[in-house]
Antibody
C-alpha cells in the first residue's frame, strides 16, 4: 500500500526557516517524481515544487523560487522541503504528493494528510 | 503560466440528480487535465486524469470529458458522500503545474 506521511510543520516567525519531511513507502521511490502542494486556509491548491527522479531536476513556483529547496534521500525514501525567508503568505497546509507517471511530472495519485505551517509573529 | 478557471463556484444538487462542473484553460492543454475531489478536512483525491480516465477505485458516477481549453466533470446520481470541493489541474505546460480555484458541491 502506498503511503505518504508529512511531518515538520509548526509556527515560525516571518523571516524564519522550517524544514518539512515526507516519508514515502509502498512504491519504487526512485521511479516517481515527488511534489509539494500547499493550501492556504480556506483557499485552493497551489503547486509549490517538484523533484524529478528522471534527471534530478527541481522545479519551483515563482512564489517560492530562491527561498525554498526540495531534496530527496533515496536511501530512506524521504523527501524534504527546506523553507527559508518565510512570509505570512506561506501560511498553509503543505501536502507531499506522489506523481502518477513513471519518471514524469504530471499529476498526483497519492497525497499525504498534510502538515500545517503558520508564519506569524 | 496557464490559468485554470472553474465554474460555478458552488453547485447545489439534489440527491439522485446529476451535476456538471466546468474547467477552462487559458490556452490549450490538449487532454492533459486531472480532476481531484477534496472532502472537508481531507487531502485531495485523484478522480480523473487524461481528461476522461477514471483513477483506480473511482465510481463510474464520475465522468470527465473535453479537450483543448474546455473540460467538464459530471457527477451522476449525486450522493451525500459527494459533498466536496472539486479541482481541475493541467499538466500540459509546466512549471508551474496549475489548479483551478475549485467548485464546491453542495447537497440540496
Amino acid at each position: 500500500e502506498v503511503q505518504v506521511l508529512e511531518a515538520g510543520g509548526g509556527l515560525v516567525q516571518p523571516g524564519g526557516s522550517l524544514r518539512l519531511s515526507c516519508a514515502a513507502s509502498g512504491f519504487t521511490f526512485n521511479n516517481y517524481a515527488m511534489s509539494w502542494v500547499r493550501q492556504a486556509p480556506g483557499k485552493g491548491l497551489e503547486w509549490v515544487t517538484a523533484f524529478s527522479v528522471k534527471d534530478g531536476t527541481t522545479y519551483f513556483a515563482d512564489s517560492v523560487k530562491g527561498r525554498f529547496t526540495i531534496s530527496t534521500d533515496s536511501s530512506k525514501n524521504m523527501v524534504y522541503l527546506q523553507m527559508n525567508r518565510l512570509r505570512a503568505e506561506d501560511t498553509a497546509v503543505y501536502y507531499c504528493a506522489k506523481d502518477f507517471t513513471i519518471f514524469g511530472v504530471a499529476f498526483f495519485d497519492h497525497w499525504g494528510q498534510g502538515t500545517l505551517v503558520t508564519v506569524s509573529s | 503560466e496557464i490559468v485554470m478557471t472553474q465554474s460555478p463556484d458552488t453547485l447545489s444538487v439534489s440527491p439522485g440528480e446529476s451535476g456538471t462542473l466546468s474547467c477552462r484553460a487559458s490556452q490549450s492543454v490538449k487532454r492533459n487535465l486531472a480532476w481531484y475531489q477534496q472532502k472537508p478536512g481531507q487531502a485531495p483525491r485523484l478522480l480523473i486524469y487524461g481528461a476522461s480516465t477514471r483513477a483506480t477505485g473511482v465510481s463510474a458516477r464520475f465522468s470527465g470529458s473535453g479537450s483543448g481549453t474546455e473540460f467538464t466533470l459530471t457527477i451522476s446520481s449525486l450522493q451525500s458522500e459527494d459533498l466536496a470541493v472539486y479541482y481541475c489541474q493541467q499538466y500540459n505546460d509546466w512549471p508551474p503545474l496549475t489548479f483551478g480555484g475549485g467548485t464546491k458541491v453542495e447537497i440540496k
